[in-house]
């Protein structure tokens, strides 16, 4: 019968701690929010970007030694150097006209292959970045009654972060079904 008492008591006593020890505050229940500062890192995406531009190119030379300039230009010439000379000096104003002609001729024909040209559209391409921020996490100053401190967390805390046994709750609780979840 005494052992009966002796555990009748230690039951009743220790029901009544455990419900004194929920009834009395442990501490506050939420931390207040006092800042928050994002944390960001840069994010390069790369990109191509591509244009058209007309491009000049110099036409294939078909006569790359200008014999054809030289010779017109050696027959004009020898033809003006004949009507120019009389006698013997007749044949060494032709010959005279005939090399000059000649070299003009054929720097004429090298000036004239030298602009020939033709233009073609290309599209040409170029890699460029683009650079954007992403929030990585949260730099939070909060107050715990008279103490102050700051936390790092993954989410923008609200106004106040959750406190479990003295303890700050830094993630998330989970969602429940059919909940939208909080920002």
């Known amino acids: 019968m005494m052992l009966g008492i002796g555990l009748g008591a230690l039951g009743v006593t220790a029901g009544g701690a455990v419900a004194t020890y929920n009834l ?3 501490g506050p229940k939420y931390a207040d929010v006092v800042a928050v500062q994002p944390l960001t890192e840069q994010i390069k995406t790369p990109r191509e970007v591509c244009r058209d531009v007309v491009v000049n190119h110099r036409a294939p030379v078909r006569d790359q030694h200008q014999i054809a300039g030289t010779v017109v230009g050696a027959l004009a010439g020898g033809l ?8 013997s000096g007749k044949k060494l104003a032709t010959v005279a006209g005939a090399a000059a002609g000649g070299y003009a001729g ?29 929030v990585v996490g949260y730099d939070v100053d909060y107050r ?3 103490k102050a401190g700051r936390v790092r967390m993954d989410h923008e805390p609200g106004d106040r972060i959750p406190v479990k046994d003295g303890q700050l709750v830094l993630t998330r609780a989970p969602s429940a079904p059919g909940e939208l979840g909080s920002r």
């Open 24 to 26: 009395v505050d442990h």
């Open 80 to 87: 003006l150097g004949n009507q120019i000379g009389a006698g």
């Open 106 to 134: 054929n720097k004429i024909q090298e000036n004239m292959q030298a602009n020939d040209t033709y233009s073609t559209t290309e599209t040409r391409c170029k890699t460029v970045k683009d650079t954007s921020e992403r």
């Open 144 to 146: 715990l009654g008279e």
